[in-house]
């Protein structure tokens, strides 16, 4: 089973939303704090959203505040990330896993954004 697919990417115009979604195994379970990663062309992956396991507590990277909006609903096993007025600097792979002590990397989801 894999234990982590990423969803919802895409090619978009700057200014509009995207919703990714991530559905993890049941084995990572709410145990853990879950995150959203992206990785820019060159660049290393960085960390962009963060939410506790209660979903009570959102933490973002500066560079995404105000826009990205991280969510979660456990009976789905599923963490998403909306992504309002994207920037063509938000080009990128997308990925989620834990906050910590990562597990396996997804496939990640590709968002491209046009100016």
């Known amino acids: 089973q894999v234990p982590l697919v990423e969803s919802g990417g895409g090619s978009v115009q700057a200014g509009r939303s995207l919703r990714l979604s991530c559905l993890y195994s049941?084995?990572?379970?709410?145990?853990?704090?879950m995150g959203w990663f992206r990785q820019a062309p060159g660049k290393e992956r960085e960390g962009v959203a963060v939410?506790?396991?209660?979903?009570?507590?959102?933490e973002y990277a500066d560079s995404v505040k105000g826009r990205f909006t991280i969510s979660k609903d456990s009976a789905e096993n599923t963490v998403y990330l909306q992504i309002d007025n994207l920037k063509p600097e938000d080009t990128g792979v997308y990925y989620c896993?834990?906050?910590?002590?990562?597990?396996?990397w997804g496939p990640g989801t590709q968002v491209t954004v046009i100016s």
């Open positions: 939410i506790s396991t209660s979903g009570g507590i959102t």
């Open positions: 896993n834990r906050c910590e002590d990562y597990i396996p």
């Open positions: 049941a084995y990572t379970d709410d145990r853990y704090c």
